[in-house]
């Protein structure tokens, strides 16, 4: 079955950083893409980056330039490298990905929390 492993979070000052991981099994990782989602407290999950099968990438507009999402399809991993941390980082990470049969997945999360 489909499992999605996050790991990585933890607490920082801001303008720290930290690096996210998250695992994937139980789909052919290279064709799908992946995404990083985020959920503060009393807020709703929003997009924090995608990345395509090819590679592409998007970002949010309160992200970009700080944060970078790449992924290993070898290792059938995707990272969120996120820099410059802002106490408005602070949340729950889950990773997502979508299949061809409009099934979406969402790990358990990891938290992070930046300080000010």
């Known amino acids: 079955q489909v499992q999605l492993v996050e790991s990585g979070g933890g607490s920082v000052q801001a303008g720290g950083s930290l690096r996210l991981s998250c695992a994937a099994s139980g789909f052919i990782f290279r064709l799908n893409a992946m995404g990083w989602y985020r959920q503060a407290p009393e807020k709703q999950r929003e997009l924090v980056a995608t990345?395509?099968?090819?590679?592409?990438?998007n970002y949010a507009d309160s992200v970009k330039g700080r944060f970078t999402i790449s992924r290993d399809n070898a290792e059938s991993t995707v990272y969120l490298q996120m820099n410059s941390l802002k106490p408005e980082d602070t949340a729950v990470y889950y990773c997502?990905?979508?299949?061809?049969?409009?099934?979406?997945?969402w790990g358990r999360g990891t938290l992070v929390t930046v300080s000010s």
């Open positions: 997502n990905t979508q299949l061809r049969t409009g099934t979406q997945y």
């Open positions: 990345v395509t099968s090819g590679g592409n990438t």
